[in-house]
């Protein structure tokens, strides 16, 4: 277990919808990162959020917003729900600091999102 | 960013031993490689991590060439539990970089 939990495990909403992922990050990581990973094919970066800031951002539009808080828990948002929103969306926690180092992610269990 | 290359799929059996080769031709100086399993509906599990030549830990083993444009990584005595995705992945050694995941590599281990 790596420690970083996800909730809720399983939403179902409808097109046009808006929905909020949560993610709590491992005791000791002050950064989270957002993937989706749709059917049968790897994650996709979706953004990263380091001191409550967005720190680096995929293709994805302006409808998938988050938040980081002083815990370093964080929120992803969906407004607008579409039908190719339905994935699977994992929340990676890690911990950056001053010493350069690689950026070793550690995953959530992940949110079912289907969107009918 | 640099681009992995590694076979879609590979089967084997029960008490073999795995070894998946990636290639990243155009690593960079401060990348880190960087191996991933992930099971169905379920996040990535981080598997092991290196910069050159071997790494072990007690789940697998980690082979980098000098070149440092290939890896494998090797899973000693496989059981049915070891049927995943495997994904490889360069990691800059930077701060605040996000992963990269290719297709992975799909293991199939039969009895």
């Known amino acids: 277990e790596t420690g970083v939990t996800q909730s809720p495990t399983h939403l179902i909403k409808t097109r046009g919808q808006q929905v909020t992922l949560r993610c709590s990050s491992q005791?000791?990581?002050?950064?989270v990162s957002w993937y989706q990973q749709a059917l049968g094919q790897g994650p996709q970066f979706i953004f990263q959020?380091?001191?409550?800031?967005?720190?680096g951002r995929g293709n994805f539009p302006p409808r998938f917003s988050g938040l980081q808080f002083p815990n370093y828990s964080s929120e992803l948002n969906v407004n607008a729900l579409e039908l190719d929103d339905s994935a699977l969306y994992l929340c990676?926690?890690?911990?950056?600091?001053?010493?350069?180092?690689?950026?070793?992610?550690?995953f959530g269990p992940g949110t079912r999102l289907t969107v009918l | 960013l640099a681009k992995t290359t590694q076979p879609i799929s590979m089967d084997s059996y029960e008490g073999q031993e795995v070894n998946i080769t990636c290639s990243h031709n155009?690593?960079?100086?401060?990348?880190?490689i960087t191996w991933y399993q992930q099971f169905p509906s379920q996040g990535p599990r981080f598997i092991i991590q290196?910069?050159?030549t071997k790494v072990t830990n007690e789940v697998a083993s980690l082979f980098i060439p000098a070149d440092r444009k290939s890896s494998t990584l090797s899973l000693p005595r496989v059981s049915l539990s070891d049927t995943a995705v495997y994904y490889c992945?360069?990691?800059?050694?930077?701060?605040?970089?996000?992963?990269?995941f290719g297709g992975g590599t799909r293991v199939l281990v039969k009895p």
């Open positions: 990676a926690s890690s911990f950056l600091g001053d010493t350069l180092g690689p950026d070793t992610q550690y």
């Open positions: 005791s000791g990581h002050n950064t």
């Open positions: 959020y380091y001191r409550e800031e967005e720190n």
């Open positions: 155009n690593i960079a100086t401060n990348d880190y």
């Open positions: 290196g910069y050159k």
């Open positions: 992945l360069v990691v800059l050694k930077a701060a605040g970089n996000k992963l990269t």
